[in-house]
């Protein structure tokens, strides 16, 4: 089914730390707005560009269904790419267009316990799925940000320990993958969610939680949101290559 291309209207932003800004967008798009249930719910802004839109893909931080806004949180590095000085320098009124949403992950019900890891392009769909676990939930979630500054603290159960890395001068992903890694493996049967920076997560985590754990694909959602070095355009090539390479791959790896 063909997504619906809606105009939203910026109603304020807010600097969250050096490189995280929020943006809430409402007015009238959010009429055809359909919420689908997943908490790594995702939209594709269009972007102006000097020949036709330039589409990225960002997770829905939250839906406010009383005041008709959603809230994406851009991460933002000065000048590079097209969405984060966006976001830096977006007022109310300003007009955005987006197409979705999609999605395919939501915490499940019946799982002993969660992993969630990510980077800071994960950081709004665990913080979601955190929000969506029950009081009793247990689990392990690793976050991975530049520095301290960058940590946001997120309503997640008594259960549900959260350990935040910092990246610092390594490569994106190194240190967040070292950390999943070396945590103890709990009892019990895990729903995984794992997301970032496409090389650490599916050139390491991915074989670590598939292979090494024994994890089935239906309780696994893991993919790379991003690759370092690549625009998104270029990342789309990557991985449908990458898909088209593992056809023959055998079921369970």
Same mark, same amino acid.
């Given at each position: 089914? &063909?997504?619906? *291309?809606?105009?939203?209207?910026?109603?304020?932003?807010?600097?969250?730390?050096?490189?995280?800004? *929020? /943006?809430?967008?409402?007015?009238?798009?959010?009429?055809?707005?359909?919420?689908?249930?997943?908490?790594?719910?995702?939209?594709?802004?269009?972007?102006?560009?000097?020949?036709?839109?330039?589409? *990225?893909?960002?997770? /829905?931080?939250?839906?406010? $269904?009383?005041?008709?806004? !959603?809230?994406? @949180?851009?991460?933002?590095?000065?000048?590079?790419?097209?969405?984060?000085? #966006? &976001?830096?320098?977006?007022?109310?009124?300003?007009?955005? @267009?987006?197409?979705? $949403?999609?999605?395919?992950?939501?915490?499940? &019900? @019946?799982?002993?316990?969660?992993?969630?890891?990510?980077?800071?392009?994960?950081?709004?769909?665990?913080?979601?799925?955190?929000?969506?676990?029950?009081?009793?939930?247990?689990? *392990?979630?690793?976050?991975?940000?530049?520095?301290?500054?960058?940590?946001?603290?997120?309503?997640? $159960?008594?259960?549900?320990?959260l350990t935040w890395i910092h990246r610092g001068d390594a490569d994106p992903g190194e240190r967040l993958a070292?950390?999943?890694?070396?945590?103890?493996?709990?009892?019990?049967? $895990?729903?995984?969610? !794992?997301?970032?920076? &496409?090389?650490? /997560?599916?050139?390491d985590l991915r074989p670590y939680i598939r292979k090494e754990r024994g994890i089935t694909a239906e309780w696994?959602?893991?993919?790379?949101?991003?690759?370092?070095?690549?625009?998104?355009?270029?990342? %789309? %090539? #990557?991985?449908?290559?990458? =898909?088209?390479?593992?056809?023959?791959?055998? =079921?369970?790896?």
């Amino acid at each position: 089914m &063909a997504r619906v *291309r809606t105009t939203f209207v910026v109603q304020n932003t807010i600097r969250l730390s050096e490189h995280l800004i *929020r /943006v809430h967008l409402g007015g009238p798009g959010f009429a055809a707005f359909q919420p689908n249930g997943f908490t790594d719910a995702y939209v594709k802004l269009a972007f102006p560009g000097a020949d036709g839109d330039i589409m *990225r893909t960002y997770t /829905v931080r939250s839906i406010d $269904p009383a005041a008709q806004e !959603i809230a994406i @949180d851009f991460v933002y590095h000065g000048d590079e790419g097209v969405a984060g000085p #966006w &976001a830096v320098a977006a007022e109310p009124g300003d007009t955005i @267009d987006l197409l979705g $949403p999609g999605g395919a992950y939501a915490p499940r &019900a @019946d799982a002993d316990w969660h992993l969630l890891a990510g980077d800071d392009s994960a950081l709004p769909a665990i913080a979601a799925a955190c929000a969506a676990l029950p009081g009793d939930a247990v689990g *392990r979630v690793f976050v991975e940000v530049s520095a301290p500054a960058d940590e946001l603290a997120f309503v997640h $159960p008594e259960g549900v320990e959260l350990t935040w890395i910092h990246r610092g001068d390594a490569d994106p992903g190194e240190r967040l993958a070292a950390a999943v890694r070396a945590e103890p493996w709990l009892d019990g049967q $895990p729903h995984v969610f !794992i997301h970032g920076e &496409a090389q650490a /997560v599916m050139d390491d985590l991915r074989p670590y939680i598939r292979k090494e754990r024994g994890i089935t694909a239906e309780w696994a959602s893991i993919s790379g949101y991003w690759r370092r070095g690549r625009t998104e355009e270029g990342f %789309r %090539r #990557w991985k449908s290559e990458l =898909a088209e390479s593992e056809k023959g791959t055998p =079921a369970g790896v």
